[in-house]
T-cell receptor, first 111, second 114 residues
């Protein structure tokens, strides 16, 4: 059983559309990270959120940490083909040094 | 800086064979870790280390051994490979393993066990 569940698992949209990816858990995390992974490569960190309710923006990407620090969302505005990739959330608990990754969302943006 | 490097990039083993996946980082990071990635399951932590001489188990440690004799290197050993260990393996490092640290990942090793 995965500690973090992501939805949807697959997403295929047209260029210019908006989308939201969700990362949910029943556990509380001290931080939540979002990574993007391209085929044949390792994940690359996009953002870290720490405070409940925190919102961070990275160009057309908006990340939010839930008030209870159990969930997070990633919203992409006006998606572009360069946004194509696997998006992974990862939660850390303050006790211990382990990061728990979500199940992943594979995004394809069609030109 | 090369960052995190992994070798080999691809490997095919027969059931029962042993092998070592190599991982090295040149960022003087204290924390290093090994993950496996399987379709629909994201990344799962196998083992991690918070410094030379210190290792601990993650979510899925069975069938794997690690050691950390230097800050730079963190090899992963498969003692007796099984088909269930077919996966893509990623090594990662971060400054201290803190909950806000950036994890830097290597390019991965794709392992097939026949």
């Amino acid at each position: 059983t995965q500690l973090l569940e992501q939805s949807p698992q697959f997403l295929s949209i047209q260029e210019g559309e908006n989308l939201t990816v969700y990362c949910n858990s029943s556990s509380v995390f001290s931080s939540l990270q979002w990574y993007r992974q391209e085929p044949g490569e390792g994940p690359v960190l996009l953002v870290t959120v720490v405070t409940g309710g925190e919102v961070k923006k990275l160009k057309r990407l908006t990340f939010q940490f839930g008030d209870a620090r159990k969930d997070s969302s990633l919203h992409i505005t006006a998606a572009q083909p360069g946004d194509t990739g696997l998006y992974l959330c990862a939660g850390a608990r303050r006790a211990g040094n382990q990061f728990y990754f979500g199940t992943g969302t594979s995004l394809t943006v069609i030109p | 800086n090369a960052g995190v490097t992994q070798t080999p990039k691809f490997q095919v083993l027969k059931t029962g064979q042993s092998m070592t996946l190599q991982c090295a980082q040149d960022m003087n990071h204290e924390y290093m870790s090994w993950y496996r990635q399987d379709p629909g399951m994201g990344l799962r932590l196998i083992h991690y280390s918070v410094g030379a001489g210190i290792t601990d188990q993650g979510e899925v440690p069975n069938g794997y051994n690690v050691s950390r004799s230097t800050t730079e290197d963190f090899p992963l050993r498969l003692l007796s490979a099984a088909p269930s260990q077919t996966s893509v393996y990623f090594c990662a490092s971060s400054y201290s393993g803190g909950h806000t640290d950036t994890q830097y990942f290597g390019p991965g090793t794709r392992l097939t066990v026949l």
